[in-house]
């Protein structure tokens, strides 16, 4: 009895080592979506709610995306600062869908590399793009400049009576 409570235990393990080892990393980014769409939605949703549109561009493949987005998501802070300023939307880039079409129209963002930001107004037009080395620091992100980019780009922020007495 005791032998096959072992084996039983043993076939449990191995069981659960495969499952664990074939796991696909979680899926931030859609290479099936229309990002045109995806974009236009983003930019009427922000602009009835005076906010600006939020461009995360990469892929699933890219560490460093992956790592962002878990970022901003495990941030309460960071998070709530970009639900209340930004309408965001992941833009994919992969062998799968490389959204040249859209990347063209926004002058070729991935020249950064990726992750890269872009931040719209709320017409459409293209205000800012980020390269995200610039927020990084160490193995991760910099939460200090992280929040100081995202502070520099609300409609606020850019708004010119923000700065009139």
Request: net charge neutral.
């Given at each position: 009895m005791m032998m096959q409570m072992?084996?039983?235990?043993?076939?449990?393990?191995?069981?659960?080592?495969g499952t664990m080892l074939n796991a696909q990393p979680a899926a931030f980014y859609n290479p099936g979506a229309d990002a045109k769409a995806e974009i236009k939605q983003a930019i009427e949703k922000a602009k009835s709610e005076k906010k600006?549109?939020?461009?995360q561009i990469g892929g699933?493949?890219?560490?460093?995306?992956?790592k962002f987005h878990r970022f901003i998501n495990d941030d309460q802070e960071i998070n709530n600062?970009?639900?209340?300023?930004?309408?965001?939307?992941?833009?994919?880039?992969s062998k799968e869908n490389r959204n040249l079409t859209v990347l063209s129209e926004l002058d070729y963002p991935q020249r950064f590399g990726f992750p890269v930001f872009v931040i719209l107004d709320g017409e459409g037009n293209r205000i800012h793009t980020q390269n995200s080395a610039y927020l990084e620091e160490s193995d991760g992100y910099s939460k200090e400049k992280v929040l100081r980019f995202?502070?520099?780009?609300?409609?606020?922020?850019?708004?010119?009576?923000?700065?009139?007495?």
């Amino acid at each position: 009895m005791m032998m096959q409570m072992k084996n039983l235990v043993l076939m449990f393990a191995i069981l659960l080592a495969g499952t664990m080892l074939n796991a696909q990393p979680a899926a931030f980014y859609n290479p099936g979506a229309d990002a045109k769409a995806e974009i236009k939605q983003a930019i009427e949703k922000a602009k009835s709610e005076k906010k600006h549109v939020f461009l995360q561009i990469g892929g699933n493949w890219c560490p460093w995306c992956v790592k962002f987005h878990r970022f901003i998501n495990d941030d309460q802070e960071i998070n709530n600062f970009v639900r209340d300023h930004f309408v965001v939307v992941k833009i994919n880039h992969s062998k799968e869908n490389r959204n040249l079409t859209v990347l063209s129209e926004l002058d070729y963002p991935q020249r950064f590399g990726f992750p890269v930001f872009v931040i719209l107004d709320g017409e459409g037009n293209r205000i800012h793009t980020q390269n995200s080395a610039y927020l990084e620091e160490s193995d991760g992100y910099s939460k200090e400049k992280v929040l100081r980019f995202f502070n520099q780009w609300t409609p606020a922020a850019v708004d010119p009576a923000s700065y009139t007495k």
